[in-house]
Structure formats: structure tokens, C-alpha cells
T-cell receptor, first 116, second 114 residues
Framework: QKEVEQNSGPLSVPEGAIASLNCTYS??????FFWYRQYSGKSPELIMS????GDKEDGRFTAQLNKASQYVSLLIRDSQPSDSATYLC????????????????FGQGTILTVHP | DGGITQSPKYLFRKEGQNVTLSCEQN?????MYWYRQDPGQGLRLIYY???????QKGDIAEGYSVSREKKESFPLTVTSAQKNPTAFYLC?????????????FGPGTRLLVL
């Protein structure tokens, strides 16, 4: 079982629609969760971070965290062609010794295409 | 302008050659990281450093080496022992206050084998 798994893509949505990106993780003790956006050939840029159960909204983006289900999602409202990119889910996994140094474990990414 | 710089943007390695990738940050961040990304894959951690003169292996350290002599700099050497080095290499940094600090990425170096 992969430690961080994202829904397989590619995901294609029409302009103006809601894009839903999902991520599950294996370590129940994980504390911090991040969504990065990566355009082709570029480095990842942070979109959202979330630490507590529930929703966190920032503009057109909403991150949702459910620690009991070990599930984190990203919703993009009013999707635009400029949102077309690979979205990476990253989870702060707790090491076997019970400590965490800030190591992030990344999912494989979901490619999103928003078509006009 | 604060940020993370990586150089070169593209690097070509001949068989048996060691090459060094540069990573510099002026964000006053404590922690620095090196990741490798293969096509269609997520990021995998190579090495990380929380403080000067200290670093730890990540998940795929074999064939790589690092140093952390200055807070601002964390160079990565890809040695000849790394048999499949072609990848996109990303350097990141964070303020190390504990678990979950956000990592910010440099622009990356693409390494190709001749």
C-alpha cells in the first residue's frame, strides 16, 4: 500500500466547473497536509496547508481534512484553464521513532485539465 | 528578493562522472531538502538537513552525497554510483519549528545523461 495515494488521473473538467482532487494516507498519526500545484517543467508551488479536521477556504480553493478517514481533498471552484497542472498531495508522516523532522511524503500527483 | 536558487537549470553528466547541483537560499530557513522527481512521479526525498554541519539520509540516498557548511547552502553531488541519475532535482527549504512546517521549492535542475 502506498503511503500517500491520490486519485488516478488525468482529470478533465470544463471551465467554470468544480474540480475535486482526493488523497488518502496511511499514517494515522500524520499532522500536517499540503497541496502543491506543479505546472509542466516547473517546480511545485504551495496552494494550501491544513492541520485540523474540517474545511479551509482560500479564494477558489477549499481543502478538506478528515483524519478519522485518513483523507484530504482539494476542491477548485470556478475552474479556469490556468488551473491546468499536476496537483501534488503531501503529508507530514511521523517516523517510526515517534518524532517528525518535517519530512513530507508526496503522492504521485493528479493531472488536471480544464478545457474551455 | 528572498528565495531559493538552483543552478544550473540543465546539467549533462557523462558516464562515470560526478556532478554537483547548487542550492542557495536567503530566506534564513533552518532546514533544507533535496528531492528527485521522475516523469509522472511524485517527489522522493534524497537528503535533508536541519542545521549546519548536520544532515540525514532520506528514502533514496544511495549514489548521492551532500554537505551543509553554511546555513544558506546545501549542494548535492550525484556520484558515479548513481546508475540512473536522469531526473528533475528539486531543492526545498523550511523554517524548522517542528513538524509540519511548509516547504518552499527552488526552480529545479534537470539532469541528463550523455
Amino acid at each position: 500500500q502506498k503511503e500517500v495515494e491520490q486519485n488516478s488521473g488525468p482529470l478533465s473538467v470544463p471551465e467554470g466547473a468544480i474540480a475535486s482532487l482526493n488523497c488518502t494516507y496511511s499514517d494515522r498519526g500524520s499532522q500536517s497536509f499540503f497541496w502543491y500545484r506543479q505546472y509542466s517543467g516547473k517546480s511545485p508551488e504551495l496552494i494550501m496547508s491544513i492541520y485540523s479536521n474540517g474545511d479551509k477556504e482560500d479564494g477558489r480553493f477549499t481543502a478538506q481534512l478528515n483524519k478519522a478517514s485518513q483523507y484530504v481533498s482539494l476542491l477548485i471552484r470556478d475552474s479556469q484553464p490556468s488551473d491546468s497542472a499536476t496537483y501534488l498531495c503531501a503529508v507530514n508522516m511521523i517516523s517510526a521513532g515517534g518524532t517528525s523532522y518535517g519530512k513530507l511524503t508526496f503522492g504521485q500527483g493528479t493531472i488536471l485539465t480544464v478545457h474551455p | 528578493d528572498g528565495g531559493i536558487t538552483q543552478s544550473p537549470k540543465y546539467l549533462f553528466r557523462k558516464e562515470g562522472q560526478n556532478v554537483t547541483l547548487s542550492c542557495e537560499q536567503n530566506l534564513n530557513h533552518d532546514a533544507m531538502y533535496w528531492y528527485r522527481q521522475d516523469p509522472g512521479q511524485g517527489l522522493r526525498l534524497i537528503y535533508y538537513s536541519q542545521i549546519v554541519n548536520d544532515f540525514q539520509k532520506g528514502d533514496i540516498a544511495e549514489g548521492y552525497s551532500v554537505s551543509r557548511e553554511k546555513k544558506e547552502s546545501f549542494p548535492l553531488t550525484v556520484t558515479s554510483a548513481q546508475k540512473n541519475p536522469t531526473a528533475f532535482y528539486l531543492c526545498a527549504s523550511s523554517i524548522f519549528r517542528g513538524p509540519g512546517e511548509t516547504q518552499y521549492f527552488g526552480p529545479g535542475t534537470r539532469l541528463l545523461v550523455l
